[in-house]
């Protein structure tokens, strides 16, 4: 009965980063993200986020020099139990996903 639903991915990705930019970067922005989203920067957890605007705070763990980011998405169960006909809703992270100032909300 949940044949398709499409369950969770993860992403991950290593990014350098210049100590001018560790000073301006206060969010990770994911943009667009299909579905529920929990991410980690540099194995250090920075929360989930179910609706709204998929931010999180990096600046107490965004350094100077190589980072590594993974973000899980958990898609919704409606493509899997919606009616056969039914349009079904994209799935996962299209982004983009950017590092910028200013506060997560």
Do not use: I
């Not at 350094?63 to 409606?78: C, F, I, M, P």
């Not at 006909?85 to 506060?103: I, M, Q, W």
Request: hydrophobic share 40%; glycine share 10%.
């Amino acid at each position: 009965s949940l044949r398709t639903f499409a369950g969770t991915v993860d992403y991950q990705t290593s990014f350098v980063v210049t100590t001018a930019d560790v000073a301006a970067a206060r969010v990770l922005d994911l943009g667009r993200v299909n579905g529920v989203s929990e991410a980690w920067l540099n194995g250090r957890s920075l929360g989930a986020r179910w609706y709204g605007d998929h931010h999180y705070p990096v600046s107490d763990v965004l350094q100077s020099g190589e980072n590594t980011l993974r973000v899980r998405v958990a898609t919704l169960v409606w493509n899997g139990v919606a009616e056969p006909d039914a349009p079904r809703e994209s799935a996962g992270l299209p982004g983009p996903v950017v590092l910028r100032s200013g506060t997560p909300h």
